[in-house]
């Protein structure tokens, strides 16, 4: 299952993190899985609920954004969401440049500190 190894790196690199600011619990986890990631977020979840238990996710409540696939024309600079997998700019025909859609990433996360 390709989510719940996606899910191990978040955890990775979480642990990292709370590692190099000196230890505590993570009570919210924010990630940010473009819809053109090809990352199904519902496993994502399912994946969250079977790692937490024994992880410093424990306590932490999850969070999924989705942001749309958005591509900008390389010729004439238009903004725009790509129909699937074609990139050609809707104004003058133009090759678009992938902004956004496609990231995977830790987007935020609260770290309390432990007494
Ligand atoms: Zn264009």
New binding site residues.
């Given amino acids: 299952m390709h989510e719940l190894s996606i899910m191990q790196s978040v955890l990775e690199s979480l642990s990292e993190e709370v590692k190099n600011r000196g230890g505590g619990r993570i009570t919210e986890v924010t990630l940010s899985v473009g819809q053109a990631s090809g990352v199904n977020t519902e496993a994502l979840e399912f994946a969250f609920e079977a790692l937490r238990p024994s992880s410093l996710l424990n306590n932490a409540q999850l969070t999924i954004l989705t942001p749309p696939l958005l591509a900008r ?1 390389e ?2 600079g ?1 903004e725009f969401e790509p129909p699937e997998l074609s990139l050609a ?1 809707p ?2 025909g ?1 090759t678009g440049l992938v902004l956004s859609g496609r990231e995977l990433l830790i987007e935020r996360f609260v770290l309390e500190q432990e007494d």
């Fill in positions: 024309c010729d004439c238009h700019c104004q003058c133009g």
